[in-house]
């Protein structure tokens, strides 16, 4: 156990429906990054977040979105959702943008 | 824009067969490099961070060095349960900048 709790670990919906993913950091890490996962793209950065506040952005489509509550966990939200949003989403967390990252088990998402 | 390209795409052995990894980058400053295993449907498990050329760590049968343009990763005497995506990941002194990964190895370890 990496420390870092994501939920679920298995999702599967049908195309335009929408939804959430949610991850729990480590204990005292206070920044949580999203990063997905295809077979063909490895793992791809979408956005970070530190102590509640969006830090970084990466290729994350306009049909994503992402906050971090003030007890530091954070959710994915995904909407209208497509065929090609397929893939793993993991969630890791760290201490600050600094150190290196430890990643969650991740939630396999099937778009059906 | 950062960049990590990992070579091979796959490499199978022999147990017991040593072999090496390459991870070339291209960053404005490197701030560290990681190393990290994948095992399949499970997230990244940190192994290594490396923070200037010349530097090396090691543990268990795993070796990573680094150069100014990229880090191996050297695998002696591998056994089955070696048997891993290995990716590397580097991250610049710009700014906040996230990690940015390769593609990874796929490697696999026959008995």
């Known amino acids: 156990d990496s420390g870092v709790t994501q939920t679920p670990k298995h999702l599967i919906t049908a195309t335009g429906q929408r939804v959430t993913l949610r991850c729990s950091p480590r204990s005292g890490d206070l920044s949580v990054y999203w990063y997905q996962q295809s077979l063909d793209q490895g793992l791809q950065f979408l956005i970070q977040?530190?102590?509640?506040?969006?830090?970084a952005k990466g290729n994350i489509l306009e049909r994503f979105s992402a906050q971090q509550f003030p007890d530091l966990h954070s959710e994915l939200n995904l909407s209208s959702l497509e065929l090609g949003d397929s893939a793993l989403y993991f969630c890791?967390?760290?201490?600050?943008?600094?150190?290196?990252?430890?990643f969650g088990s991740g939630t396999r998402l099937t778009v059906v | 824009e950062d960049q990590v390209t990992q070579s091979p795409e796959a490499l199978r052995l022999q147990e017991g067969e040593s072999s090496s990894l390459n991870c070339s980058y291209t960053?404005?400053?490197?701030?560290?490099l990681f190393w990290y295993r994948q095992d399949p449907g499970k997230g990244p498990e940190f192994l290594f961070t490396?923070?200037?050329a010349g530097e090396e760590k090691e543990k268990e049968r795993l070796k990573a060095t680094l150069t100014k343009k990229e880090s191996f990763l050297h695998i002696t005497a591998p056994k089955p349960e070696d048997s891993a995506t290995y990716l590397c990941a580097v991250q610049g002194v710009s700014g906040n900048t996230p990690l940015v990964f390769g593609k990874g190895t796929r490697l696999s370890v026959i008995a």
């Open positions: 890791a967390s760290s201490v600050d943008y600094s150190t290196g990252y430890t």
């Open positions: 490396l923070y200037s």
């Open positions: 960053v404005s400053g490197l701030r560290g």
């Open positions: 977040y530190y102590n509640g506040e969006e830090r």
